[in-house]
T-cell receptor, first 112, second 112 residues
Framework: DTAVSQTPKYLVTQMGNDKSIKCEQN?????MYWYKQDSKKFLKIMFS???????INETVPNRFSPKSPDKAHLNLHINSLELGDSAVYFC???????????FGPGTRLTVT | TQLLEQSPQFLSIQEGENLTVYCNSS?????LQWYRQEPGEGPVLLVT?????EVKKLKRLTFQFGDARKDSSLHITAAQPGDTGLYLC????????????FGSGTQLTVLP
């Protein structure tokens, strides 16, 4: 079983569309994250979320919103997609009290 | 804003050579992690260092955390082609979410 999974693996869409990326974890971790990796491989935190708090990186546009239907899932919804949103998006998880994060395989988003 | 500068950005060496990757910041981190990322996959954790001056060894890889917990290094002895990949350092913040700030990455290529 894959510990942290993401769907879809690839997503190609047009500007202005709304899309969602799903993340599921079977590790039982209580904190989940979304990261964006740009074309230069720079990985930047977007959100961290547990059942108590949502921390939003101040540079993330409000077109991006995390949605957690339950403890095992943290989906990323993006409204009004722009060309600059093209990147690889990674979900990650962490168990409270530890430092280690476990990453999903990534979703490559291409906005045309 | 916490920043992590990683050097070198690119490194191409012959099998059997030694190398060191540096990760520097002006900020103090509660922990420092090193990840390796291969194409089409998410980062995979190699090590976590927590205590200033800490040294950890993982087979041919040696990781060191600076005394002031602002910098770290990764040394690889007798590099092998299987070591090829993108190496990322990441510093954890002191808040409960322990968000990671990633370095810019070092793309290592080990030629046979």
């Amino acid at each position: 079983d894959t510990a942290v999974s993401q769907t879809p693996k690839y997503l190609v869409t047009q500007m202005g569309n709304d899309k969602s990326i799903k993340c599921e974890q079977n590790l039982g971790h209580d904190t989940m994250y979304w990261y964006k990796q740009d074309s230069k491989k720079f990985l930047k935190i977007m959100f961290s979320y547990n059942n108590k708090e949502l921390i939003i990186n101040e540079t993330v546009p409000n077109r991006f919103s995390p949605k957690s239907p339950d403890k095992a899932h943290l989906n990323l919804h993006i409204n009004s997609l722009e060309l600059g949103d093209s990147a690889v998006y990674f979900c990650a998880t962490r168990q409270g009290g530890t430092y280690e994060q476990y990453f999903g395989p990534g979703t490559r988003l291409t906005v045309t | 804003t916490q920043l992590l500068e990683q050097s070198p950005q690119f490194l191409s060496i012959q099998e059997g050579e030694n190398l060191t990757v540096y990760c520097n910041s002006s900020s103090v981190f509660s922990s420092l992690q090193w990840y390796r990322q291969e194409p089409g996959e998410g980062p995979v954790l190699l090590v976590t260092v927590v205590t200033g001056g800490e040294v950890k060894k993982l087979k041919r890889l040696t990781f060191q955390f600076g005394d002031a917990r602002k910098d770290s290094s990764l040394h690889i002895t007798a590099a092998q082609p299987g070591d090829t990949g993108l190496y990322l350092c990441a510093g954890a913040g002191v808040g409960s979410a322990r968000q990671l700030t990633f370095g810019s990455g070092t793309q290592l290529t080990v030629l046979p």
